[in-house]
């Protein structure tokens, strides 16, 4: 079963930026990174397909983040921009190895299998 493991999480001011990293154990299809602040529930940040030639944003992502992967080392990596302190929250990997997933469900947490152990983002203004 495939494992992910994250990293890059940080403290940064508003308007900054952070990358995340994160690497699969084994090639993988589908992956995303969701997030989670305390009470709130775990939301879809960015999705790419197994090419990297499909990517799907939500609302607070477009524009700001950007998603991509590296197939040959396992690796997938968020470029977060223009950070906002509501983008504070824990940051998770996630990895969909047997989906297809499309614009309307990719953003469901229970249709992916692997999950890392988050890294944190704190943006402060």
């Known amino acids: 079963q495939v494992q992910v493991m994250e990293s890059g999480g940080g403290s940064v001011q508003a308007g900054g930026s952070l990358r995340l990293s994160c690497v699969a154990s084994?090639?993988?299809?589908?992956m995303a990174w969701f997030r989670q602040s305390p009470g709130k529930e775990r939301e879809g940040v960015a999705c790419?397909?197994?090419?990297?030639?499909?990517?799907y944003y939500s609302d607070s992502a477009k524009g700001r983040f950007a998603i991509a992967r590296d197939n040959t080392k396992y690796m997938m990596t968020l470029q977060m921009d223009s950070l906002k302190p509501e983008d504070t929250a824990m940051y998770y990997c996630?990895?969909?190895?047997?989906?297809?997933?499309?614009?309307?469900?990719?953003?469901?947490?229970?249709?992916?299998?692997?999950w890392g152990q988050g890294t944190q983002v704190s943006v402060f203004s």
């Open positions: 790419i397909s197994p090419g990297g030639g499909v990517k």
């Open positions: 996630a990895a969909a190895p047997r989906q297809v997933l499309k614009e309307e469900t990719w953003w469901e947490a229970s249709l992916y299998e692997a």
């Open positions: 084994q090639y993988t299809s589908y």
